[in-house]
């Protein structure tokens, strides 16, 4: 059926070309036998494009009309009759070819049109079967790809699927490992601010004992100034009770001294006493 029609399509536009060629010979012929009308009018006509308006048959006329003028003119010449029978004779003849002319391309631009409206039937029912064909392959071609992307985007939806759980995982560990780090955080927060209360509290303790070590020195280095002078005091003292020792020394010595010479003289006079004592005796006893 599509080659009948191609072959009926390819007929046709020849026949149409064949036509065409033909109406373009006609027009040429018109055209050359209009510029020969002008031509023979008053003479000849400069600018023929004034003229395209007006029809052969106008043309014809006018120029049969002054063909009568100047055969008028002539009359009494016996050649002009003869001329003028031959004119009208031609100009009857170029009447009838120009009707016939006319006709034939009137018929022959109306089979033109005929033929074109079925070649353009024909090409457009052509063309519908043709696009349909085209259509429907495009359409298993498309079906087809869409086939394949559908199967494509299915693996790379089950890959997707897999990734999108694979990181839905990891998320979640993630999510649990950012827990633990900001519990982690908090308790190192709450670490660090138990730390900086006892550092500050330290610090504070510090300051204290720094000021009372300063204080400690001072004290110390009164007590130092103090011992000094102790030390000078006591050595001063020693001095003096090594001094007084040896008077005490030497006052023990004389006091031994002198009461071993009283013991002495105590003896001596005991001695004496109790010899005193045996003379009363005796004289009483006598």
């Known amino acids: ?104 391309s009137d018929e022959l631009e109306a089979r033109c049109i005929a033929l074109k409206d079925e070649v353009a039937a024909a090409i457009k029912q052509n063309e519908g079967v043709e696009n349909l064909h085209v259509r429907i392959s495009q359409m298993n071609e498309r079906l087809r790809n869409e086939r394949e992307q559908k199967s494509k ?66 004290a110390i280095a009164d007590l130092r100034e103090t011992g000094k002078l102790l030390e000078d005091q006591l050595r001063l003292m020693d001095e003096k009770y090594m001094d007084i020792r040896s008077k005490l020394d030497w006052t023990r010595t004389q006091t031994n001294k002198i009461c071993k010479q009283k013991e002495q003289e105590l003896l001596q006079l005991r001695e004496k006493f109790s010899l005193l004592e045996d003379k009363n005796d005796v004289s009483r006893s006598v």
């Open 1 to 104: 059926m599509m080659v009948n029609q191609a072959e009926k399509s390819v007929s046709l536009a020849l026949e149409v070309s064949k036509q065409k060629d033909e109406l373009a010979i006609l027009r040429q012929e018109a055209a050359a036998f209009r510029s020969t009308l002008l031509k023979g009018i008053n003479g000849g006509v400069e600018d023929s494009k004034n003229y395209e308006h007006v029809s052969l048959e106008d043309l014809l006329r006018i120029r049969l009309q002054e063909g009568t003028s100047a055969s008028a003119a002539a009359d009494d010449l016996p050649s002009q009759k003869s001329i003028k029978e031959e004119s009208v004779g031609v100009i009857r003849r170029l009447e009838q070819m120009a009707a016939e002319e006319k006709e034939r």
């Open 153 to 218: 985007l299915s693996k790379e939806l089950n890959e997707e699927t897999k990734k999108v759980e694979a990181l839905s995982d990891h998320i979640e560990k993630l999510m649990i490992h950012l827990k633990h780090e900001a519990i982690s955080k908090a308790r190192s927060l709450s670490d660090q601010s138990k730390l900086q209360r006892e550092l500050d509290s330290t610090n504070v303790r510090i300051e204290h004992l720094e000021k009372k070590n300063d204080r400690k020195d001072k």
